[in-house]
């Protein structure tokens, strides 16, 4: 009697555990484990559970990430990233929580790795470099027109794997550069400068809805696009701008021409890409190079 009492124990210790197992299984989650200061990455959370959200939580940020279902499954991703200038090399942390109230919340180790920037000597006019009282004051309503627009987290992501390239032409300034102007060491660059005529059309790297457009004194005639979960695009020194904001666009939607509009010593297109409020390195998430030769 007392043999079968504990048979008849362990097989329900070993059911409840089984439940247990399904109810309490940890969410899936893929994340490289070593990425460059500045460089983008995506983070894919799987789950088998009925969970319609998670929130993610990295570099003081948080967000709601939706999980949507795929077959038996629900899935979602979201970019994150680091800003050169801003964001040390180090140990960091991705946590993710269930937004039902169940589990633990889960957390990836990512290791930021340091990274060695050229150096990048322009000339510029001295009014452009050196500001008047009436130039700062404009450039702190930029700046905060600007943040506004780049602390964006509604919509759900419009985008896909990779972004399709804005214009086709040479790459000028990398991100990172250390920018030395008329002698006087200034932030690194945050985006990509890519050489082509005034007047060549510029496209949206993705679907998404315009969040600002405007003529601002150092980015000049400019477009910022909200591609949802904290992922815009910016299109600064346009000649012309096309869209208006409020727009839905399309990938590959025409939003201006290029041009010299701004703090610029020559035609180009200075693409960047905003994730979470940090200014990321745009290159890793565009599409192979040759995609842009047809246009």
């Keep these: 009697m007392r043999v079968n009492l504990l048979l008849a124990l362990a097989c329900l210790l070993f059911l409840a555990g089984n439940v247990l197992a399904r109810d309490t299984a940890p969410l899936q989650v893929n994340a490289p484990s070593s990425v460059a200061v500045g460089d983008p990455f995506t983070v894919s959370v799987r789950t088998d559970l009925s969970l ?56 990836r180790r990512v290791r ?5 920037f050229p150096s990048q000597h322009l000339s510029l ?79 949206a790297m ?30 600064f020194h346009l000649s012309s701008i096309s869209a208006e904001q409020g727009d839905r666009l399309k990938r590959g939607e025409v939003i201006g021409r290029s041009g010299v509009s701004g703090r610029t010593s020559g035609p180009h297109l200075h693409f960047g890409l905003s994730v979470l409020d940090r200014l990321v390195n745009p290159l890793p998430l565009l599409g192979d190079e040759s995609a842009r030769q047809s246009y």
Excluded: C
């Design 206 to 235: 993705e679907s998404g809805k315009v969040a600002l457009t405007g003529e601002f004194l150092f980015e000049g005639k400019a477009v910022f696009i909200d591609h949802g979960m904290g992922v815009i695009s910016m299109y």
């Design 52 to 107: 319609k959200a998670v929130e993610i939580a990295w570099l003081g940020e948080r967000v709601r990430l939706s999980l949507h279902r795929s077959n038996a499954t629900r899935e979602g991703k979201i970019i994150l990233g680091t800003e050169v200038g801003e964001d040390k090399p180090g140990t960091r942390w991705i946590g993710i929580r269930p937004l039902d109230g169940k589990g633990l919340v889960h957390k």
């Design 125 to 203: 006019p001295e009014g452009s470099v050196t500001l008047s009282q009436s130039q700062l004051k404009r450039y702190r309503k930029d700046k905060r027109a600007i943040g506004a627009a780049l602390s964006s987290r509604a919509g759900e992501r419009s985008w896909s794997n990779s972004f399709l390239w804005p214009v086709n032409g040479e790459i000028t300034s990398t991100y990172g550069l250390d920018r030395i102007l008329n002698g006087q060491p200034r932030s690194p660059h945050r985006g990509i400068d890519v050489a082509v005529p005034s007047g060549t059309p510029v496209r």
């Design 112 to 116: 930021v790795r340091g990274k060695d």
